[in-house]
């Protein structure tokens, strides 16, 4: 995205923001998927780029 789009973008999620706190709405609900985060195991091994290839496949797509 251009700068000047992302801009206008943070501006009016800012503007709605304000309006709804001026209107006295409560804060909507966020969900937190920090908890859903998988464990990441430690590498032990030799650092070479086809290796750690095949460790990240293992790890998130096996």
């Not at 800012?14 to 006295?24: E, I, Q, S, Y």
């Not at 969900?31 to 091994?45: A, C, M, S, V």
């Amino acid at each position: 995205m251009k700068p000047a789009k992302v801009t206008r973008i943070v501006l009016l999620c800012a503007v709605l923001h304000n309006m709804r706190r001026m209107w006295g709405e409560p804060n909507p609900d966020v969900q937190d998927d920090l908890d859903e985060q998988p464990d990441i195991q430690n590498f032990d091994g030799p650092m070479d780029g086809r290796g750690v290839r095949n460790r990240l496949i293992e790890q998130y797509f096996v």
